[in-house]
């Protein structure tokens, strides 16, 4: 089983659509929780860091639920520039990063 | 944005060539990463420096060989490579390695071709 699994897409939204991704991690003693975006041939950027209580920023969510070791990224109202690649990244000790294979979405007009 | 620099953006290679790929932060940080990214896979950790000591290497083969002069220097020392070793390499940085929650900031990457 991988560590980090994220369903590859692509989700082809319409703009303005609402669109959910998901991720499942596999150690429960992973310690912290982020969603990256990464455009195509570029570098990933952080887009938010995912907490227990779930944490919004404009029209994206994060949610976390460590029972089910589960985590989900909600985009409201779709922006054409939204259109990336959503990697789901778990810290399990240290700094170490691991990351998922990463969503890849699309928005058309 | 330039926090995280990396030279060169292209390298090609042969397998016999021995070559090197340059990371520099201009953060003030002092943890650096080392990341592949191959071609539909996910991105893995190579190697981990803290205050300029390495504290991970996640099993690379002894082909890349990191070094870390200072806090604000990576290096990945390639020789001997071969062409499944073709992928993105990533630099990162962070304030500071033994934090659970540091957030890293990735350099532009290295697009790595070796024929």
């Known amino acids: 089983r991988k560590e980090v699994e994220q369903d590859p897409g692509p989700f082809n939204v319409p703009e303005g659509a609402t669109v959910a991704f998901n991720c499942t991690y596999s150690?429960?003693?992973?310690?912290?929780f982020f969603w990256y975006r990464q455009d195509c041939r570029k570098e990933p950027k952080l887009l938010m860091s995912?907490?227990?209580s779930g944490n919004e920023d404009g029209r994206f969510t994060a949610q976390l639920n460590r029972a089910s070791q589960y985590i989900s990224l909600l985009i409201r109202d779709s922006k054409l520039s939204d259109s990336a690649t959503y990697l789901c990244v778990v810290n399990n000790a240290g700094n170490m990063l691991t990351f998922g294979g990463g969503t890849r979405l699309m928005v058309k007009p | 944005e330039t926090g995280v620099t990396q030279t060169p953006r292209h390298l090609v290679m042969g397998m016999t060539n021995k070559k090197s790929l340059k990371c520099e932060q201009h953060?003030?940080?002092?943890?650096m990463y080392w990341y592949k990214q191959s071609a539909k896979k996910p991105l893995e950790l190579m190697f981990v420096?803290?205050?300029?000591?390495?504290?991970e290497n996640n099993s690379v083969p002894s082909r890349f060989s990191p070094e870390c002069p200072n806090s604000s220097h990576l290096f990945l020392h390639l020789h001997t490579l071969q062409p499944e070793d073709s992928a993105l390499y990533l630099c990162?940085?962070?304030?500071?390695?033994?934090?659970?929650?540091?957030?890293?900031?990735f350099g532009p990457g290295t697009r790595l071709t070796v024929l």
């Open positions: 150690n429960s003693a992973s310690q912290s």
């Open positions: 995912v907490y227990s």
């Open positions: 990162a940085s962070s304030q500071d390695w033994r934090s659970g929650k540091d957030t890293q900031y």
């Open positions: 953060l003030g940080h002092n943890a």
């Open positions: 420096y803290n205050f300029k000591e390495q504290t």
